[in-house]
């Protein structure tokens, strides 16, 4: 998940959810009592929303014995303690979570220092592109001793986001900006850069990134979007507001009748929190970017 900075964007729109284990797993039999071959017992604290995904689509929600405050999904995920962020780490409910692994994203190095110091075995992954993603649940499978769900759960993504590239194969790819608002009202607002995660998904989608350079998640303002010109405009809104936050987004959008997008009525406010998360349900986001920028896909019956 690319800076710091989209660390915590993503972690604001995380209401997070993950894709239930639909058979992903099955080749591996599970640890005998709870155990990994030749370690000690599977105790798992998972610190960011992807990897407490990965490991529920992989069977192993049994063994989470912590999450972050951000890992709401899937509803088993809840029933699991929460021991703040990585910003704000519960060092007392990480202790009497008694985890053997710790799972957490590579951004702070420091709390990577604190886990090590509690004498809890740790792995740092990164996933703010598809081909880091992909690493990740290879080192997870690897960590856990479940090489065949990661691959079982690779092949599925593989194949999901294989089934939205068929469906938007031959099809012109329009110059999308995804944007997430700051703040509601302000004129500032985050895009996705070439290189992101979101970038690797509008390009399944079947878009091209409206957007020309390599960069994180880069803040402009109005007069920037007027000279990107988007053909379409996707508003991630996934983290909760006023009940009329929505009306307040699209009338922001309105004002800038000049871009084309808006001048064809292509600016759409998406909810869905899966959208900026890098993890198991990759392909249905996909597949939600390919439907909303190309609308004659919904209409359709997606090949099997």
Same mark, same amino acid.
């Given at each position: 998940m690319v800076s710091t900075r989209f660390h915590l964007v993503l972690l604001a729109l995380a209401t997070a959810a993950a894709l239930s284990a639909t058979g992903c797993g099955e080749a591996d039999a599970p640890?005998? &009592?709870?155990?990994e071959a030749g370690r000690q017992p599977l105790r798992i604290l998972s610190l960011a929303p992807n990897l407490t995904e990965i490991l529920f689509a992989m069977g192993l929600g049994d063994a989470v014995v912590g999450r972050s405050t951000y890992c709401t999904y899937p509803?088993? &995920? !809840?029933?699991?303690?929460?021991?703040?962020?990585?910003?704000? !780490?519960?060092? $007392?409910g990480v202790i009497r979570a008694e985890p053997t692994l710790a799972l957490l994203l590579t951004r702070r190095t420091?709390?990577?220092r604190r886990l090590e110091g509690l004498g809890i075995r740790v792995a740092a992954v990164e996933a703010d592109r598809m081909d880091q993603l992909r690493e990740a649940i290879r080192t997870i499978g690897t960590e856990t001793g479940r090489p065949d769900a990661a691959r079982a759960l690779l092949a599925q993504i593989d194949a999901d986001l294989a089934a939205v590239r068929r469906r938007v194969a031959g099809l012109s790819p329009p110059r999308t900006l995804f944007a997430c608002p700051m703040t509601v009202g302000s004129a500032r607002i985050l895009v996705a850069g070439r290189g992101t995660f979101v970038d690797d998904l509008l390009t399944a989608a079947g878009a091209e990134n409206a957007y020309p350079d390599r &960069?994180?998640?880069?803040?402009?303002?109005p007069t920037r979007v007027v000279d990107l010109g988007p053909d379409v405009v996707i508003v991630n809104a996934a983290t909760k507001g006023p009940a009329d936050r929505?009306?307040?987004?699209?009338? $922001?959008?309105? &004002? !800038?009748g000049s871009v084309p997008a808006v001048e064809a009525g292509r600016v759409h406010i998406l909810t869905e929190p899966y959208l900026t998360i890098p993890g198991p349900r990759v392909g249905r986001a996909a597949r939600? !970017?390919?439907e909303t920028i190309h609308p004659g896909l919904a209409d359709e019956e997606p090949a099997p």
């Open positions: 640890p005998p &009592a709870g155990r509803p088993e &995920a !809840l029933a699991v303690p929460a021991v703040g962020d990585t910003l704000h !780490l519960d060092l $007392a420091e709390v990577v &960069a994180d998640w880069p803040t402009i303002g929505q009306d307040t987004i699209r009338r $922001a959008w309105n &004002a !800038l939600l !970017l390919a």
